[in-house]
């Protein structure tokens, strides 16, 4: 009677694998495809913007020029119902125009200081370790909440910030790192914008 021996056992077996090269190099040839199609949306809707905002300033200066006829106007007659109700009317216009020139000048800087440079700066520092779920922009403050592999990714991955042009000058005030219910390191950094002083 023969013995047979099984020398073929399960560590010699090939394993599975779940993410091959050709799929990650896949993933992140999209991902950084992405990431140009919103740059260049970005910097359309900023053109647009600006656009909108020299047009609006035209109209400001035109209808100033125009009240201030009318207020001389005004002036050198004797008060004419009709007249005062014109420059009244005019007036109220400015206003309205005023208030949207501050909104369309308000959301061209937010454009222009770089939501756009800022995303291709945070791609170009990407972190093989480091997974970004939520980017948040008010005013100069910046928010960043993702997640982590290692706690050890985190700082390495802000050290990077240095190298780019629309992270460079911004001083982290806030880190906060926990681990959810899944046992995942999740964190949220928060910025100011350092403005610096000179004497």
């Given amino acids: ?7 073929y ?3 010699f077996k090939p394993k599975k694998e779940y993410l091959t090269l050709m799929q990650a190099v896949v993933a992140i040839t999209s991902a950084l495809v992405v990431m140009l199609a919103l740059v260049y949306m970005a910097e359309n809707d900023k053109a647009v913007l600006e656009q909108k905002v020299k047009w609006a300033k035209n109209q400001l200066i035109e209808q100033e020029a125009e009240v201030a006829d009318l207020s001389n106007q005004v002036s050198l007659h ?3 119902p009709a007249l005062i109700q014109q ?3 005019l007036r109220t216009r400015l206003q309205y125009r005023d208030e949207l020139l501050v909104q369309l000048s308000d959301l061209a800087l937010v ?10 700066d945070l791609a170009l520092q990407r972190d093989r370790d480091i997974r ?3 980017i948040r922009l008010s005013g100069d403050r910046m928010t960043l909440t993702g997640i982590a592999r290692t706690h050890e990714a985190i700082p390495r991955w802000i050290r990077k910030f240095s190298q780019g042009k629309s992270l460079q000058g911004r001083e982290f005030n806030l880190l906060n790192i926990n681990r959810n219910s899944d046992d995942v390191i999740a964190f949220t950094l928060t910025n100011q914008l350092v403005v610096e002083v000179s004497e």
């Fill in 9 to 11: 056992t399960q560590a």
């Fill in 111 to 120: 454009q222009s200081s770089g939501f756009a440079i800022l995303m291709s």
């Fill in 87 to 89: 420059l009244a009317r």
């Fill in 132 to 134: 970004l779920n939520q």
């Fill in 78 to 80: 004797v008060q004419n």
């Fill in 1 to 7: 009677m023969k013995n047979r021996v099984n020398l």
